[in-house]
């Protein structure tokens, strides 16, 4: 599915000192799953990638026994970026590990501005255990809000450390920081990587709308996660489908597909991380794909097939 | 040994027993005396050797060599790209491109440069600068009329904008659906053309190849650098950032050790680019590798964005007229590691701050490193530190720490601090050059070139009169005397590089470094010390006339 769009995908890891974001990185590098993830931390940055997956080191460039690498910014991103599009082969999808008090917008919005890359979404790690004093800090806390603010899905750490009742008061602080943003438990970074970096698989071609919990998932995610998947001759106006993107389900973290326009549109390609919905005119030559696909992947008991049926079929 | 005595109508030496002379005796290169003709001519005749008065300064006067403590090497390559700002500005080979009062002006420029480009070659300007045209914004109706059948882009002076015409819009694929911050669009709902800050443009700088960072990197680029210090007067220029890839390092020093390269340079490493411990290993390596005119083992660290950009870190109560206050570029936990273990290692720092957050943190930073590290004569530097009130300055005093005060920024930006940035109080104490003299602390004035323009009688001007375009005085309890302007470009920032002991002063020992102008800067009215004519600069004792 991801051969009708050349551009390069890239996904902003924001989040304080100490939240995790190094722990995460290392889960997606683990699990990379065949994509040649491209790593870029920010300045300061130790590139503190687990020693077992270092296949070698040149220089500021570590490279993966998957394929996977791993750089420096320098301290600047405009030449990170422009050497990530520059290299040959270019990566699956570029990981942006920003500097603790970086504001993620600057990132996120060059990669919306570049028509070679496309902003795939931007993941704020937050501790549970510290957040609170972070965003009450004068100095810091405004840098910790704005991160928080940006983000498409919010991961939250070391939330067994926390009482429940601690635990709730930040997911309704979260939520109105980030009001739409998705938010996750994840101990130990541990996210299934489709929520992550995307790349869900393709829906079976199938000419009804069903829910897909029956499939073969060997993972240890599917007591949290639930996927869906809609696949058959269904067509829609475009404003009426940007207005069911901007209202699906709470727990829906991610969908991505090919829709069919009504009359003689065409098609399109819709990708929705979080809260941030974009669709994308794709030309008639679009190979193979002739309707609509559609596949999710959501929060158990936060989404409900039934929902997203009747949104879409 | 050829001892030449040079007769000057005047000396400005910076020395308090003899601050005046009319004599210098310079032999290897070095001030071998000063004072009066008899008085220098005493050391030639008991040497026995051959001994030269030269009169070629007989009606100029000579000032130590000029210092440049903060300034960048790009500021030599940009020339390749067309200049269209507002002030007359001469280029690196001595071409007056004068200033361009409207955007008429701008425009007729960019089409007689466009008529000599090949077909497809990108048309590339800077220094443009809408504080002072203020009829319309520029957009990219001017620029169409001037062709749409290649890219122009036109670079604001300060980096952070830039306006491009319809061709290099369609190259980017901006139109009246992009919706990405910093893609300004009219009332129309099409882009105007200008396109602010990094992520907007981005996708021109990328396809237009416009790579700012080369500029700086390139054996032309290295030349050009030590011709605009040269023409202004500078003989040791810093190059407050680079990364210093060993290659980098080898070509600087083969350049600079030519004869004829008219400056010392001092480059400085980027802290940003490596966990401290390895800047630290780094930073030691390079100092080995000095030479004469190239001096290394200096690092920068930037803690913070600019105040015209609303992206200095500011204590309460923040900006006056702008959101929140201002944007980290490092977490302050990193900075005081970094610090901690850069200061651990002996290494010297320069330290951006612009708000009077970031210096705040800085302080603490350097107060808890030099706690646990006790480093004497450490000469640690706040860079710009514009906003730093007295009580900073006492500590920045107490800690033994420097400050460069960014005095051209009064001018170039008071009035915007004056009514949009920080509000009047706050922008008459920007770079509070008295405040800092008076509490003792180390004091140098600096351009950052080519933010501003290099010109260190400009820099003076600016903190001795601190007047801005609108004609406003700007604290006028700031002002200093021309004097102590004049040791702010010399003695002072030579004591911020740990060269004082060499350069800085006209004083026996010292390097024959002498900046030559036309009329005495402390006999004129300091309202046009800046006009004063610049001869040419003495480098190691070699005469370097700008031709």
């Known amino acids: 599915m991801n051969s009708s769009d050349q551009r390069l995908p890239l996904t902003v890891i924001t989040g304080y000192l100490g939240a995790g974001k190094t722990t995460l990185v290392n889960h997606m590098l683990r699990h990379a799953g065949g994509r040649r993830i491209m790593v870029l931390v920010n300045d300061f940055g130790d590139i503190a990638i687990d020693a077992d997956l270092i296949e070698s080191q040149d220089g500021d460039t570590l490279t993966l026994a998957n394929g996977c690498i791993c750089c420096s910014m320098g301290g600047d991103l405009f030449y990170a970026l422009s050497d990530a599009l520059d290299r040959q082969p270019r990566p699956d999808h570029l990981l942006i590990e920003a500097s603790g008090v970086a504001d993620p917008t600057r990132i996120s919005e060059t990669a919306r501005a570049e028509p070679d890359l496309r902003l795939d979404g931007t993941i704020a790690v937050v501790d549970a255990v510290g957040f609170a004093d972070r965003v009450a800090d004068s100095r810091i806390g405004s840098s910790v ?27 309704t602080q979260l939520a109105e920081f980030a009001p739409g943003a998705r938010q996750l438990d994840a101990n130990f970074g541990q996210v299934p990587l489709e929520v992550l970096l995307g790349g869900l698989p393709s829906a079976e071609v199938t000419a009804r709308a069903h829910a897909c919990s029956h499939h073969d998932h060997p993972d240890d995610h599917e007591d949290l996660y639930l996927r869906w998947s809609i696949s058959g001759d269904f067509r829609y106006d475009r404003q009426t489908l940007r207005s069911l993107l901007e209202n699906l389900p709470a727990g829906l973290l991610r969908l991505k597909g090919i829709v069919q326009f009504n009359a003689d549109e065409g098609l399109g390609l819709v990708q929705v991380v979080g809260r941030r919905a974009e669709i994308t005119s794709l030309s ?30 | 040994m050829q001892t030449v005595v040079y007769a000057a109508r005047k000396i400005i030496t910076m020395v308090p027993n003899r601050p005046e002379a009319t004599h210098v005796a310079v032999r290897d290169g070095r001030v071998l005396a000063v004072g009066s003709l008899e008085e220098v001519s005493g050391w030639t005749s008991s040497d026995g050797g051959e001994q030269r008065l030269d009169e070629t300064f007989a009606d100029k006067v000579l000032l130590p060599g000029f210092v440049e403590g903060h300034a960048h090497m790009m500021a030599g390559g940009i020339w390749q790209f067309t200049y269209v700002g507002f002030e007359d500005r001469i280029s690196p080979e001595g071409m007056l491109w004068e200033g361009l009062k409207d955007i008429d002006a701008v425009t007729q420029r960019l089409r007689q440069i466009e008529s000599e480009l090949a077909p497809g070659v990108p048309l590339i300007a800077w220094g443009f600068d809408p504080i002072f ?32 015409n319809s061709n290099a819009l369609d190259l980017a694929e901006f139109d009246r659906n992009t919706d990405v911050m910093g893609v300004d669009r009219g009332e129309d709902g099409e882009p105007t053309g200008e396109l602010q800050e990094m992520a907007a443009m981005f996708p021109v700088m990328r396809r237009l190849k416009i790579d700012i960072r080369s500029l700086a990197r390139t054996d032309g680029g290295i030349r050009a650098y030590g011709k605009v210090c040269h023409r202004s007067g500078v003989t040791t220029a810093t190059d407050l950032i680079n990364d210093l890839p060993i290659e980098d390092v080898e070509l600087i020093a083969a350049i600079t050790g030519e004869e004829d390269y008219p400056a010392r340079l001092v480059p400085v490493l980027n802290a940003h680019t490596a966990p401290a411990d390895e800047i630290a290993a780094q930073a030691l390596k390079l100092r080995e590798m000095s030479t004469e005119k190239l001096r290394l083992g200096s690092i920068k660290i930037i803690t913070d964005g600019s105040i015209q950009g609303f992206t200095a870190r500011m204590r ?57 590290n006790p480093n004497p004569d450490h000469r640690h530097v706040l860079q710009h530190c514009q906003l730093a009130d007295a009580a ?34 706050r922008a008459e104490r920007i770079d509070a050059c008295a405040t800092a003299l008076s509490e003792g602390v180390p004091l140098a004035i600096h351009s950052d070139a080519p933010v501003t323009p290099m010109g260190p009688l400009f820099t003076a001007w600016c903190a001795v009169n601190r007047v801005t375009p609108s004609g406003r005085v700007l604290g006028a309890a700031e002002c200093i005397s021309v004097e102590e302007a004049l040791r702010a470009v010399t003695l002072g920032p030579a004591y911020t590089l740990h060269l004082d002991h060499e350069i800085g002063s006209i004083e026996v020992g010292k390097k024959a470094d002498f900046t030559v102008l036309e009329d005495d800067p402390l006999a004129v009215d300091p309202m046009v010390i800046k006009d004063i004519g610049v001869w040419g600069t003495v480098l190691g004792g070699r005469l370097q006339p700008i031709s």
């Open chain 1, 145 to 171: 809000v704005r991160q928080v603010a940006a983000a498409d899905l919010i991961v939250i750490t070391k939330s067994d450390l926390e009482e429940i009742t601690e635990l709730a008061k930040l997911k």
């Open chain 1, 284 to 313: 008639a030559r679009f190979e193979g794909v002739m309707q609509t696909n559609l596949v999710a992947i959501g929060l158990k008991g936060q989404m409900e097939p039934a929902d997203l049926d009747r949104l879409f079929a």
């Open chain 2, 133 to 164: 045209l203020t009829a319309h914004r520029l957009n990219r109706f001017d620029l169409d009329e001037v062709t749409r059948d290649r890219p122009i882009a036109v670079i604001h002076s300060n980096f952070h904008l830039m306006t491009v």
């Open chain 2, 316 to 372: 309460w109560p923040g900006y006056y007229k702008g959101p929140d206050h201002g944007i980290w570029n490092i977490p302050p936990e990193q900075l005081m590691t970094a610090v901690e273990t850069l200061n651990a290692a002996g290494v010297h720092m320069h330290i951006h701050v612009n708000g009077d957050e970031a210096s705040e943190v800085t302080i603490e930073c350097v107060a808890q490193a030099l706690t646990k």
């Open chain 2, 392 to 425: 900073q300055f006492r500590k920045i005093r107490n800690l033994g720490l420097c400050v460069n005060l960014f005095a051209n920024h009064i001018y170039y930006f008071g009035d915007k601090h004056y009514e949009l940035t920080v509000g009047p109080e």
